[in-house]
C-alpha cells in the first residue's frame, strides 16, 4: 500500500478531505485481478456473516470502490447502497450493478454520508480505516445511519501478519500496528483476525498486483518470496500462484436502549424503518 502522508495529515486535522487510494484509483484494471484473487476460500464472508446474517437487511457499503462487493450483499440483502467518493468508480460501480433493482450507488464520503439517519441494519467498509486514529467523524458518521441494533462491520488488513503484514510495514515504517488495535478497542470495537488465501491465475498476475500495492523495492522483496513459497506447484506444472494474507475485521454493533460511551445517538433519537433508497 503506496503512502500519502501529506494526504494523511490533511485528513487527522480537518477530517473532511479524502485520502486517495494508491492503487484502484489509479490502477483499476489490476485492482480488477487483486479482488478476483483475495479470500478465494470465503473466510472473511464467514466471519462477516456469523456476526450479522444480512438476509432481508438494508445494507450501506462504505467506500464500495467500483463496486465489487454490492453483488455479494446484494444477492439476499433487501437493499444495498454504495457510497465512493471517486467520480470515476462511481460511475464503474452503478455499471457493475446496473441490473440489480435492490442497489444503489451515491458519490458521497464517509464523513459527510449523503444519507438519513438509522437506515442501515449493516454498515460494512473494507481496507478503509486502515489508520486509526483521523477516521473518528467517518465512524460517527456510519454510527448515525446505523438503526439501533445494527452492526458496524470494518474489515482491514492486518499489519501485524506474515508475509503481507511485513511488507506494508516496511513501505509504513511508523506505522503502529498495536496503536490502531488500541483505537479500535477505544471506540468500542471487537477484533477477530482471520487468515485468508489469495490465489493468482498465474506469476504475470500476481507481480501486477504487488507492483500497485507496494513500492517499487518492496514489490520486488514480495515478488521474490512470493516465487519462493510456490516452487513446489511452479515445478509440477501449476501456474496458479498462493499467498497467505491476515486481516482483522472489527465489529461494534450500535446500543438498542440508552447510549454508551463511545457510540453516538442519531439525531432524531429514534430509529426509521423507511428504505434507504430515496427518489
Sequence with gaps: MRWFPRALSSLRRGGEEVLPSPNIWYYQKAYEVENRAQDVDDEIWRVLAGYRDWSGADVLDIGCGDGFHLPRFAATARSVVGIEPHEPLVRDARKRVGRLENVEVRHGRAQRLP????????????????????????????????????????????????????WMRLDLPHYDPPGVEKFFTRQGFDCRKVMTRWLFEDAAAMEAVLKIEFSAPVAAKAIAEVRRLNEVSSASGEKRMTLPVGYRVHTRAKPTGLVVPGHSASSSGAASSASPRMP
Design 115 to 166: 444519507l438519513p439517519d438509522a437506515a442501515f441494519d449493516v454498515v460494512h467498509a473494507r481496507t478503509a480505516y486502515f489508520f486509526g486514529p483521523g477516521c473518528e467523524p467517518g465512524l460517527r458518521e456510519a454510527e448515525r445511519v446505523l438503526r439501533p441494533g445494527g452492526l458496524m462491520m470494518v474489515v482491514d488488513l492486518d499489519v501485524a501478519s506474515e508475509p503481507y503484514g511485513r
